[in-house]
Structures are given as C-alpha cells and as structure tokens.
C-alpha cells in the first residue's frame, strides 16, 4: 500500500504534499523501530489505517488559514501530521502525555519541513491557550475526553461548522454518545472512503 491511496482520495494535493506524503511510509517506519508508536502488525498498512483515516477529518472540516487546531493524544502523530500536511496554512499543537510520541512527532515534523507543527509532551488540561479546533482519535470515550478540552475554544467562528471538537471514532456509538450527554453530529467515513476499514470508524463533531 503506498501513499497513492492518499492521492485517489484528495487528487488536488501539489507536488510537495505528495512527496511529504509519500515519505511518511519510509520515516515511520524508521522510528517505530525505535520507538514503538503504531502497532507492528499495522505499519504495512500506514496510508490506511493511520494517514487516510486521519484524514477523515478534512473530508468534514477543511481547515482555513490562520486557524488553530489541538492535536489531544497524538501518540506518534495521529490525526496531526497528515492534516498539517494538508493544510499548510493552518497552525496544529501536537500534546501527549508521553514524552517519547512527541520525540518522534518532532523528528518527523523536522524532516519533512512542517513549518506549520508545533509538538509538546503535556497533558491537554494543562494547555492554556484558546484554539479553533481540537482533534483527537480515539483517545477516550467522549464524556471523559470534553472535560479536558471544554473551555479552550476560540469565541468566534470563521468555518462552516462553529469551532469545536472532530473525533475520530469506531463502532457502535449509542451508548458511548448517551452517556456523554453531548448535542453530537456523527459523520460516517464509509461514505468518503470505499476502504472496508472504514465501514464503522466516524468523525464525531461537538460544538465548543
């Protein structure tokens, strides 16, 4: 599987954004042999399950210039790097509590000249500024993960959704959603990607 995947899906990628993407393959590699971030089993199947579902985000929300997005639980650099990639002019704040992910984020930010990328080993309840979005995948289940971020969002609204949260999800959510006790909007991937991996996984979006 190569970073042609990527390219079916969004085929207005420059030049550059393909080679940044197309280099993702060889670098993640390299670091999770030293620092295991994805799981072994998956590394062949990164444009998939990693970069692709990542990208789910932007098929919801493309993110505007100057916006702000949090990255909560980043681990190697999931959903960030590959929406940093994507939207250049947009600034992204990579956290997790786990120093040795936010090494590998940072090397790989480096590498392929993310300008736009900024990596820090915290947790989100310590992050003191305001941002526009925040993005997470998986991290928690929702009624746990809105307390973290509640409050950190900027006032005024310039997309097409208000500012507020895009999750990413897998699964049978009922409950999950129930129990949050949030206003949500699900928005289902299998309807943006053909990909069987994708027929449960969703981007949950709640307003901030």
Known sequence: MTSDLILKYFPDITPAQQEQFARLQELYTFWN?????????????????????????AKVMSFLPGETVLDVGTGGGFPGIPLAILFPKTQFHLVDSIGKKIKV???????????????????AEEIKQRFDFVVSRAVTQL???????????NKE???????????????????????SGLA????YLSQYFAEEFFETKQ?????G
């Open 105 to 123: 984020v940072n090397e790989v930010a480096a590498a392929l000249s993310l300008t736009n990328v900024k990596a820090t080993h915290q947790r």
């Open 157 to 179: 609204s310039k997309n097409t959704l208000p500012n507020g949260i895009l999750y990413l999800k897998g699964g049978d959510l009922k409950q999950e959603i129930a129990e």
């Open 33 to 57: 042999n030293q620092i295991n971030v994805i799981s072994r089993k998956d590394i062949d199947l990164l444009y998939e399950r990693h970069i692709l579902h990542s990208l789910g985000i």
């Open 203 to 207: 981007v949950i979006y709640v307003k």
């Open 143 to 153: 009624k746990d993960f809105y307390p973290w971020v509640k409050g950190k969002f």
């Open 184 to 187: 949500v909007q699900q928005f």
